[in-house]
């Protein structure tokens, strides 16, 4: 389902949420948590985040060492003035020369790689689901054929699954584009309308604020502000503009499933996806259309703290190396892989993965990552996914569960659920996906607020968020912990989050209740603190320290 963020399921906004809306219907708008509610501490703030103010008190005096951290993710703003001078430099590397300096198979990747790049400067990331591509990679072997031919049951299973997912999805973009196009109309329209209402010009964008300030007694005006109104307090987002852009993203995404670019990829990365032959492919570029998720997510592992602009990251003294694999759709097993990989060889301790798909057909490739990763003492924190389901049941991809039956839990992987900001039946996001064997603990997720690019902000619903959330409280403990092991860093996230025994909320996609400890294996949400403290206390196992 590609990133995990900035969630825009049909249910959400939908015909009858804007078309009420513009029927004059007004809607009630629940509070707006303060936009560093992740950081806050329960009892002293009354907001669930992470405890971080009550964690920096505890390391006062105390000194640290820095930390790389990599970001396998849609891109980054290089440029981002809460991001550029946390970025990862490769001082083995002459900027801009087009020559391999340091030998490593990358050209001029001076902050990071981009595996969805081609020769020519260009990107490919608008991209079909892993669903898509499958049936039409398999359809013209199988399609006709009702049973397994001698010899490939193994493949016309995989089939027989390709098709199932490829239906599934292929109705669901269907019955979403429809609907979605008269309300993106809608939007439009009434987007203008408002902007004339209130002065602005046409290129200009306004906020949830700025329809406060209009008073209007014209019938189609005050319409047109019950409508982005409602979508504010739907999606929490900043702006119109911003709003727009996403929900144009999203449509390009529903209707690459319906209308697929399958050459995409040859035209302009030039490499096959189904070959991982150990040829160099990508480009050094990191910032295309699509780098606003990942720089959220790079923000809100060490956005540069306490500089007066911007949000505060959650650990002070990290490096963010950027590599953009992830498009607008699903990404490639292979580049996964490979962007693993290059982290561990570069350097990085803690990779942040916020994304993930329904079909994984190289996903022998990805365990060996993983299993390479581990091997070098490196942590992998992943978003669990937005699909509200039971990941043990319906497993999201990549995953710890490796096929070759080598381990179903590793020690140097931590799946993260996301949480709400106050304790209480919405506790655990609507969205988010949950398992008590593979989900291991929750963190904030929900109304998160990052910096985007172009010097923007953005406030965001998904796992996305919560996975970089715990991976900052990871860099921070191997900050002024550096002996400790990735497997030591898991269990110290884990520990930190106390079970919540007893807290009865609504189960995500569901309308019914259960005990926030059925949802994942820990039971609780992630605390810088409580984390910390318990580091405090271990002999730690990294070797060469």
Same mark, same amino acid.
């Given at each position: 389902m590609h990133k995990f963020g900035k969630i825009f399921p049909g249910a959400l906004l939908c015909s009858a949420l804007l078309l009420s809306g513009f029927n004059g219907l007004a809607q009630t708008a629940a509070p707006e948590p303060p936009k560093a509610w992740h950081m806050m501490d329960l009892k002293t703030d009354g907001y669930y985040g992470i405890s971080l103010k009550q964690a920096y008190l505890h390391l006062a005096g105390k000194k640290s060492k820095q !930390?790389?951290?990599?970001? *396998?993710?849609?891109?980054?703003?290089?440029?981002?003035?809460?991001?550029?001078?946390?970025?990862?430099?490769?001082?083995?590397?002459?900027?801009?020369?087009? *020559?391999?300096?340091?030998?490593?198979?990358?050209?001029?990747? *001076?902050?990071?790689?981009d595996f969805l790049g081609g020769p020519d400067g260009k990107c490919d990331f608008t991209e079909t689901t892993e669903e898509v591509r499958e049936y039409n990679r398999l359809k013209e072997k199988y399609g006709n054929v009702a049973s397994a031919p001698a010899g490939s049951e193994k493949e016309f299973a995989y089939w027989e699954k390709v098709k199932l997912t490829y239906e599934t999805t292929f109705k669901k973009s269907s019955e979403e584009l429809t609907q979605m196009q008269p309300n993106l109309n809608i939007l439009m329209a009434t987007s203008g309308y408002i902007k004339r209402a209130l002065g602005l010009k046409a290129d200009a964008s306004f906020t949830a604020k700025d329809l406060d300030k209009l008073k209007t007694t014209n019938d189609t005006v005050r319409r047109s502000k019950v409508v982005w109104a409602s979508i504010f307090e739907q999606s929490g987002g900043t702006d119109n503009a911003s709003l727009l852009k996403d929900w144009t993203e999203y449509m390009a995404k529903l209707n690459n499933d319906v209308n697929p670019d399958l050459d995409a990829?040859?035209?302009?990365?030039?490499?096959?996806?189904? !070959?991982?032959?150990? $040829?160099?492919?990508?480009?050094?570029?990191?910032?295309?259309?699509?780098?606003?998720?990942?720089?959220?997510?790079?923000?809100? *592992?060490g956005a540069v703290r306490n500089n007066g602009y911007g949000i505060n990251g959650v650990a002070d003294n990290v490096r963010i190396m950027a590599i953009k694999a992830v498009p607008n759709g699903d990404e490639y097993d292979k580049d996964i892989a490979n962007a693993i990989r290059y982290a561990v060889d570069n350097g990085a301790k803690i990779i942040n993965m916020s994304f993930g798909k329904k079909l994984s057909p190289h996903k022998d490739w990805v365990d060996a990552?993983? $299993?390479?990763?581990?091997?070098?003492? !490196?942590?992998?924190?992943?978003?669990s996914g937005n699909d509200n389901q039971d990941v043990d049941a319906k497993p999201e991809f990549p995953n710890d569960m490796f096929e070759d039956g080598s381990a179903t839990d590793a020690d140097n992987v931590i799946s993260v659920g996301a949480s709400g900001?106050?304790?209480?039946?919405?506790?655990?996001?609507?969205?988010?996906?949950?398992? $008590? $064997?593979?989900?291991?603990?929750?963190?904030?997720?929900?109304?998160?607020?990052?910096?985007?690019?172009?010097?923007?902000?953005?406030?965001?619903?998904?796992?996305?968020?919560?996975?970089?959330i715990t991976a900052g409280v990871a860099a921070l403990v191997l900050e002024y912990y550096p002996n400790l092991s990735a497997k030591q860093l898991k269990q110290v996230i884990l520990e930190s989050a106390t079970p919540l025994n007893g807290t009865m909320v609504n189960k995500p996609g569901e309308q019914v209740k259960v005990d926030f400890t059925t949802l994942s294996k820990t039971g609780g949400i992630v605390n810088a603190y409580k984390a910390l403290v318990i580091a405090s206390k271990l002999k730690g196992e990294r070797a060469g320290i």
């Open positions: !930390v790389v951290v990599a970001t *396998i993710d849609s891109g980054i703003d290089t440029a981002q003035k809460d991001l550029a001078p946390i970025l990862w430099v490769n001082t083995k590397e002459i900027p801009g020369n087009g *020559i391999d300096d340091d030998h490593n198979g990358y050209v001029d990747d *001076i902050h990071g790689w990829r040859k035209r302009i990365v030039g490499d096959d996806p189904n !070959v991982q032959d150990g $040829k160099p492919y990508g480009n050094g570029i990191l910032k295309f259309a699509d780098a606003s998720h990942g720089t959220g997510v790079a923000g809100l *592992i990552a993983f $299993k390479y990763a581990a091997s070098k003492d !490196v942590l992998l924190v992943q978003a900001p106050k304790l209480g039946e919405d506790l655990a996001g609507s969205f988010s996906n949950y398992g $008590k $064997k593979n989900v291991d603990v929750f963190a904030p997720g929900v109304k998160v607020t990052s910096v985007d690019t172009d010097a923007e902000f953005n406030t965001a619903d998904g796992t996305s968020f919560a996975s970089p």
